[in-house]
């Protein structure tokens, strides 16, 4: 019998996060329903063994070697059966009703193609950029204007309201198979950052829908900090030159390329 659901995780290394996140999945209501593919990309720390022992069920896919994020993804999209597909990372906590919410959700929107819970951080604040808008160059220049005059992020991350939105996250990212059979797998040409902007924008390109589903809530460990991480925000902003790239004209790649250095300096990543 296909399976309602099916939960797609990428890890490289996360052995003790990748456990809680699986512990979490199967203490769900709907775990009778549920299909959990993880694809590893070549990890050295004992994941591959881990689940073998405590989570026999679980669909393993061994790579030989870090592919990425977005084409391990894909993997996963290629080997799962179920109804809707979620991506989700595996430093995530993931409470016991929160999947059948992702579930009835895009059973009562059929004009779906996407949609994301409210990730919640440790603290249990909601946690920024689940959610947002293509990054065009008003909207950039928006953002940077908002963090610098009023020194606040441009969308209210504490929102409880369902909305139409144009990306969530792909840390806790719900798809309907027939959408992503329409649209495609993610951008493999994309390293980090932005893959789920691409793949949403793609989503509505062909129709679909993309929500913010605050109903919904996953607990999200990782932190959100790209100062934390020295090579992130060159990966950002390479992506979104890419993005740029890929969608948008000349004139706006041109102004990506002029007023990038003032906007590093505004938003200060």
Partial sequence: MRPALSVIIVNWNTIGLLRDCLQSLFASQSADALEIVVVDNASTDDSVGMIKRKFPAVRLIENTQNVGFARANNQGLAASQGRYVLLLNSDTLVPPSALMQLVAFMDEHPEAGASGPCLLQPDRRPQPFAFGSDPTPAYLLRRALTLLLLRRPLHDWNTDHVQVVDWVSGAGLIARREAVEQVGPLDEAIFMYFEDNDWC??????????????????????????????????????????????????????????????YRLMVRY
């Avoid at 390109?205 to 100062?227: C, D, F, R």
């Avoid at 992506?239 to 000349?250: I, P």
């Fill in 201 to 262: 924008l793609r989503f509505r390109q062909h129709g679909w829908k993309v929500y913010y589903n605050p109903e919904a809530t996953i607990i999200h460990l990782g932190s959100q900090s790209l100062k934390q991480n020295p090579e992130a925000p060159k990966a950002y902003y390479a992506s979104l030159q890419y993005f740029y790239q890929k969608h948008y004209g000349l004139i706006s790649q041109l102004w990506l390329q002029a007023c990038l250095p003032l």
